[in-house]
């Protein structure tokens, strides 16, 4: 079984492999992470090895993740170094130009069934949606039938959608209610009433928070004060979705791994603010039990 969602027959997954560390949160060790959003595209992996790579995230104390890439294959690469720990996601854009085209293309379907059947991928994304692509009802044919796929398969799938697309999100979800959804990026610049209102009215969606980094989005839609807790729209969000929240690097370029770092330590320094099983839930527990994953002997039972 895939955790909640995977097939059986298919044994639950380690996730020790990246991380072999005394007890969490301690002077020794930093708390663990699971990283929702990590890249290994093709213009990385031109300077990066996947060795390399998953040193990295075995350094700054990921104990898994989720990893897309484009080409999709890319995301295999680097799960291979880790395996059990490093979930792969088949990600719809076949080439580097397919992210404009991929819901225009049936070859994107007859791919991701031949790869999801194999058992080569746990999941499908990380796929960018708007109305422009996927339609204001989230109709369109190549989408619903990655949906589909999803469904019959029992993995989860997860998208890009930005705040002005929320009706598309909630589309999806409709259409979709027994497939769980990840949201990247907890909407790029969507407030947190924003996200509020999505989580209550669909269950099946999981939110993530990578990007949500000084860097890039939270430039301009902060999800922290300046001390680095939380801004208190998004803790009483915390507080009251403590089970449905997710933490994320979105490595998408070089400059992204090379300051992986202070993108973990970003998350560390916020959860560290929330009480102590909320922030472990968010850090790892959460992605673990969406994923089928189980905990290293190093992390403390709830």
């Not at 589909?148 to 398969?153: K, Q, V, W």
């Not at 930005?162 to 907890?186: G, K, N």
């Not at 994923?291 to 190093?298: I, S, V, Y």
């Amino acid at each position: 079984m895939r955790g909640r969602w995977g097939r059986a027959g298919r044994g639950v997954l380690l996730l020790g492999v990246l991380l072999a560390a005394p007890v969490p949160g301690t002077a020794e060790a930093p708390l663990p992470l699971v990283d929702l959003h990590i890249h290994y595209n093709a213009w990385v992996a031109a300077s990066l090895t996947p060795e390399e790579a998953a040193r990295r995230l075995r350094e700054h104390g990921a104990i898994g993740g989720v990893v897309s890439s484009t080409p999709t294959p890319n995301a295999l690469r680097l799960a291979a170094r880790a395996p059990g720990a490093l979930v792969p996601f088949f990600r719809p854009y076949l080439t580097a130009g397919h992210r404009g085209s991929w819901h225009q293309d049936p070859a994107v379907l007859k791919e991701a069934e031949a790869a999801l059947t194999a058992g080569q991928y746990r999941g499908i994304g990380e796929v960018h949606l708007s109305a422009g692509n996927a339609g204001a009802d989230a109709s369109n044919a190549i989408l619903r039938g990655l949906l589909d796929l999803a469904r019959r398969h029992r993995v989860p799938v997860q998208v890009h959608v930005d705040a002005p697309d929320i009706p598309v999100l909630e589309a999806l979800l409709a259409a979709c209610p027994t497939v769980p959804v990840i949201w990247a990026h907890a909407g790029g610049w969507a407030e947190p009433g924003q996200v509020e209102a999505v989580l209550i009215n669909h269950p099946n969606l999981w939110v993530e928070f990578s990007t949500r980094d000084p860097f890039r989005y939270g430039s301009v839609a902060p999800l922290v004060e300046a001390s680095g807790g939380l801004k208190p729209g998004w803790a009483a969000l915390a507080r009251r979705f403590p089970d449905r929240l997710m933490v994320g690097s979105d490595t998408g370029t070089v400059a992204d791994w090379d300051r992986l770092g202070e993108l973990y330590a970003f998350h560390r320094a916020w959860l560290a603010g929330l009480p102590r099983d909320v922030a472990e839930a968010i850090a790892f527990r959460n992605a673990a039990r969406l994923l089928g994953l189980r905990l290293p002997a190093t992390v403390p039972q709830p």
